[in-house]
């Protein structure tokens, strides 16, 4: 009778762990499922803040190239966005030349 206590309280404490087994692997779904979608959102957060950053960008632009009396800063980052435009005008011409070509 002993012999089969012994074998009744290890398979009792088998199913105990199955289940706490079953428990933890529930728990892990569910957070990679979290962790998924708090990386999707992380995401789309950088995303919209590039996009107000290029849209701030642009503000800037409009604004400085508007204006008149500009100060020092506002006439150097006129200058510098300038630069960057012809820049851009150049690279464009390059790639028209080689889709010609």
């Known amino acids: 009778m002993e012999l089969e206590q012994y074998i009744q309280s290890i398979e009792d404490k088998l199913q105990q762990l199955f ?28 995303e919209a803040i590039r996009a107000l950053d290029e849209k701030l960008k642009l503000a800037k632009i ?25 820049d851009y005008i150049r690279e464009i011409d390059r790639c028209l030349a080689m889709l010609n070509a």
């Open 19 to 46: 289940r706490k087994l079953q428990l933890a692997q529930a728990d892990n779904a569910m957070l990679r499922e979290q962790l998924t979608l708090h990386q999707q959102e992380a995401q789309q957060q950088q």
């Open 62 to 86: 409009a604004t400085v190239t508007q204006g008149n009396g500009l100060s020092e800063d506002e006439e150097a980052f006129r200058k510098e966005v300038r630069g960057k435009i012809n």
